[in-house]
């Protein structure tokens, strides 16, 4: 067994992969570097053995998305911790022994991540994770350094290693032990939304998670599902109410899910208002189509989380409405809340 294998799942990427690979392998002595292939129809495959002949390869027959892409590659892989970092992060020298040192020295916490600036803005969080990710009460996910589209520039205003809810997919390290005690990443998703349901499995059980300030690491985002494309709009939508259905007690669903039901639709008519494209519109539509369709096949999920959960304080879940705080009360900055 390794100590830390940092595995990055490819799909077409491999244009990304000759721009950061080099860096991770350089900046990262301590770990294994693995790349996991999702069936990628570029050169990735040919690129890998030819540039980067000491990396090892998995490859997926197919392309199984984000959650259950990962879920079949770390099955391959026998380490201590998994690192499970996107194609497109540039990581600085010393970014690891941070993450491996706290990790190290509390038993307690199952996963952290550094904290996660944007590769062009490097002095800006980037908004797939900031200084680590919260919710409220009605399942909007939210970042120390950005709530919905307002980032902030890095001030050392939330330096400190602070528990988290979840931990951003981008890069997020993790127990191995931690992610197949709590049957990993949802496949079903495919992708969106499925490290945020992890974590909050994870909290439930009675793990810790934590940004840890004194790593950082630069993300470009974006590069496979830009920000406004339907296919975004709809599995975000989609999975983010299947995390509900599956993490939320019986005491609270029903108020839960009912509140959203107004909220999503309101949230479509308004992209329609604001000029937004009608795919984006028929992209929420059809989440709830799907999500009413398939969400007694996570019943069974819903049971064990339920029978299993040692806890249903989870401070970093706020028990107020981040849409409200946002858009009525003008707050928007976390430390504003």
Sequence with gaps: MSK?????????????????????????PEAEVIIADNASTDDSIKMLKEEFPEIRTIILDKNYGFAEG??????????????????DVDVP??????????????????????????IKDRDSFEYAGGAGGFLDKYGYPFCKGRIFDTVEKDNGQYDGN????????????????????????????????????????????????????????????????????????????RNNLTMLYKNLSDDERKHVMRVR????????????ILGRSRGDFKAVYKARKEFAKWKHDFDSDHKWIQENKKTDVI?????RSILWQYYAKGKKTFSQL
């Design 70 to 87: 990962y879920n079949r590659a770390l099955k391959q892989v026998d380490s201590e911790y998994y690192i499970l970092l996107n194609s």
């Design 261 to 272: 039901f107004y909220l999503d639709w309101l949230a479509a008519f308004q992209m329609l």
């Design 93 to 118: 020298s010393n970014w690891l022994s941070p993450l491996l040192s706290f990790m190290d020295s509390h038993p307690e916490a199952c996963a952290c991540q550094p904290k996660l600036h944007a």
């Design 162 to 237: 602070h528990e988290i809810l979840w931990a951003t997919g981008a890069c997020m390290m993790i127990r191995s032990k931690d992610y197949w005690d709590a049957h990993g990443l949802d496949g079903r998703f495919f992708a969106h939304n499925e490290e945020i349901d992890l974590c909050w499995r994870l909290r439930l059980m009675g793990r810790k998670i934590f940004c840890i300030s004194d790593s950082t690491a630069y993300h470009l985002g974006g590069g496979t599902l830009p920000k406004g494309n339907p296919r975004k709009t709809f599995l975000n939508f």
């Design 315 to 319: 401070p970093e879940r706020i028990s």
């Design 4 to 28: 830390i294998a940092i595995v990055i799942l490819n799909w077409n990427g491999a244009h990304m992969m000759r721009t950061y690979l080099p860096t991770v392998i350089k900046n990262s």
